[in-house]
């Protein structure tokens, strides 16, 4: 009770550490010890369009990384073929006519690299061997072609040519259960997005209901870029205008706990990772089943089952459906599909973030630099919260100014706890101040920095994205450990001018917890690093220009370390 203020800061302090260590945990792949996920209630398999049985997610044929040849029919070797467009460069399979390969020519491979280094474009969808990452679709509701049956390449398209803005690629299957299934996907110049129609031909004698599919498969290996210190969310993801968007963690998936929205007709379903996402799009309308599920070690799918009209001998069924295979960037997102832009995950503080975003890009729009855009926005964001910080630092000063006093007094006392504390409220009472006035003004400020950290993890504009001088990649350590430690150097100096607290126990804590948080920040992207200096420098700025103005001399307040 001696320091409401520092009990306060411990608090948080340890709250910090707590989310740390289950941070830790979940990236070490075990449970949280402190905040465990709920258990929600196991999937259910959706109904069938015909009120009977449902054709759960299992009736969806196993996807396999190899090339295998279909089950049940005969056994044929399977082909790629190469597309390209100019911003994909894309592959197919001739089994299923599945697309197997996705690279974005826009974005580099690796980073941190200088603009004048070279590098491989960016791989999101492979079937490598180690990895699985693939979007498939197929009939389902009899013995019907699948993602596993043979189909062949009508023509040879190859590449958009110049002054050609879009290119067709049309697989067709043969007859298999009296149906033939052919997949025309339609590519346009500029575009991540896929036009990807299905036809169902009725070959046989009788009327059939197949089902049609669509699904992504992936492994659930962790991406190279995740860090014990911060973590993004990688899996698969549906998103419905009733239940928004639903994250779905790998592990629910195999201990059958996902719980999501099943039956609907509008929304997507969508595997996510850190800057990159894909996603199956059906016109709202369309009845269909969301699933996800997993397949085999390591290996998962999330897809919708969509429901069909019965189609007569000789007839025929058209479904259109769109695959988007992209960069998180926001804008593109928000002209895809009404909800996308989700994919670009903010957590809880996205209506806080998404205006922090969109004052950063309209930055970028005039500095052209991510990096001055961080530097400016932190700077309009301190003049906001001008008034508000300035009254914390009128308090911290009044503070130091009464701490020789606090100190001789707590020495005196020091046998007397109790009159210790009612000394101390006297002498707080009588010079106007409140242990907890430098507290609350930094406290409400405190969501709107965590909001504007996410809005820099998040964006794929980081990606690559050159600052200055040696700073290549703002999504990336600083390759020197320059900026961290400019950034720990600026956090002492900060903490320096605080007062000290009156315990000396609590004293060396103040100075040793910066230190600790510090070389967290050698571990981070540049960007942010970048964007908590300029917060530090401003501060003490500010801080110093108070103190100055209210007569407390500018002394560096350090503890004694024995």
Same mark, same amino acid.
């Given at each position: 009770?001696? $320091?409401?203020?520092?009990?306060? *800061? ?48 299992? #009736? ?59 590098? #491989? ?97 992936? $492994? ?68 269909? $089943? ?49 909800? *996308? ?48 910080? #300035? ?91 320059? *900026? ?15 007062? *000290? ?5 609590? #004293? ?55």
């Amino acid at each position: 009770m001696n $320091d409401i203020r520092r009990s306060i *800061l411990w608090v948080v302090f340890g709250l910090c550490m707590v989310l740390i260590w289950d941070k830790w945990q979940i990236h070490n792949g075990k449970q949280p010890t402190f905040f465990p996920s709920a258990t929600p209630p196991a999937a259910t398999a959706p109904a069938a369009a015909n009120g009977g049985q449902a054709a759960a997610p299992a #009736a969806v044929p196993a996807a396999s990384g190899a090339e295998a040849a279909p089950a049940g029919g005969v056994s044929a070797v399977a082909t790629r073929h190469s597309v390209r467009t100019d911003v994909l460069d894309l592959t197919f399979n001739s089994e299923g006519g599945s697309l197997i390969g996705a690279q974005l020519l826009k974005h580099a491979q690796s980073t941190g690299q200088s603009k004048t280094h070279t590098d #491989a474009p960016f791989t999101l969808l492979t079937q490598d061997g180690q990895h699985v990452y693939v979007a498939q679709s197929g009939l389902i509701g009899g013995s019907f072609p699948t993602h596993k049956t043979p189909m062949a390449l009508v023509g040879n398209p190859s590449a958009l040519a110049d002054g050609q803005d879009e290119l067709k690629v049309r697989f067709e299957s043969a007859d298999q259960g009296g149906v033939k299934l052919a997949k025309t996907y339609t590519l346009r110049r500029g575009s991540y997005v896929i036009d990807v129609k299905h036809e169902v031909i009725n070959t046989g004698s009788q009327p059939v209901a197949p089902q049609l599919y669509v699904q992504l498969v992936r $492994d659930g290996s962790k991406l190279d870029s995740d860090t014990p210190f911060y973590s993004t969310f990688t899996g698969p993801a549906i998103y419905t205008e009733a239940q928004k968007y639903q994250k779905v963690e790998f592990e629910q998936i195999a201990n059958n706990k996902a719980s999501f929205e099943k039956s609907t007709d509008n929304g997507y379903v969508a595997m996510v990772q850190h800057y990159f996402a894909s996603a199956w799009l059906l016109g709202d309308g369309v009845q269909r $089943d969301n699933f996800v599920r997993k397949v085999d070690n390591n290996l998962y799918s999330v897809g919708t089952i969509a429901r069909l009209p019965e189609i007569a001998p000789g007839q025929a069924q058209a479904l259109d459906a769109r695959l988007f295979v992209g960069p998180q960037a926001e804008k593109m997102l928000e002209k895809v599909a009404p909800g *996308l832009v989700l994919v670009k995950d903010y957590g809880w503080l996205t209506i806080l973030a998404k205006p922090l975003y969109w004052l950063l890009e309209k930055i970028h729009g005039f500095v052209q630099n991510w990096g001055w855009a961080i530097v400016l926005l932190v700077v309009l964001i301190k003049a906001a919260f001008y008034w508000l910080n #300035a009254s914390a630092y009128r308090s911290m000063a009044k503070m130091k100014a009464i701490n020789p006093r606090i100190m001789e007094m707590r020495e005196r006392l020091k046998s007397n706890p109790q009159q210790m504390q009612m000394e101390m409220m006297r002498i707080y009472k009588e010079e106007k101040v409140n242990p907890l006035g430098g507290c609350f003004p930094i406290l409400i400020q405190i969501p709107v920095f965590i909001a504007l950290y996410w809005v820099l993890l998040s964006s794929v504009e980081m990606r690559n994205a050159p600052w200055a001088a040696w700073i290549h990649d703002l999504s990336s350590p600083d390759p020197y450990y320059i *900026l961290p430690l400019v950034m720990a150097i600026t956090t002492m100096i900060q903490t320096a001018l605080n007062p *000290l607290p009156p315990d000396p126990l609590q #004293a060396k804590m103040m100075w040793l917890m910066p230190l600790m948080f510090s070389v967290m920040f050698f571990f981070f992207p540049s960007g942010l690093v970048l964007y908590w200096i300029t917060n530090n420098i401003l501060t003490i700025a500010q801080q110093a220009h108070i103190n100055h103005r209210m007569g407390v001399p500018l002394k560096f307040n350090m503890p004694k370390f024995k």
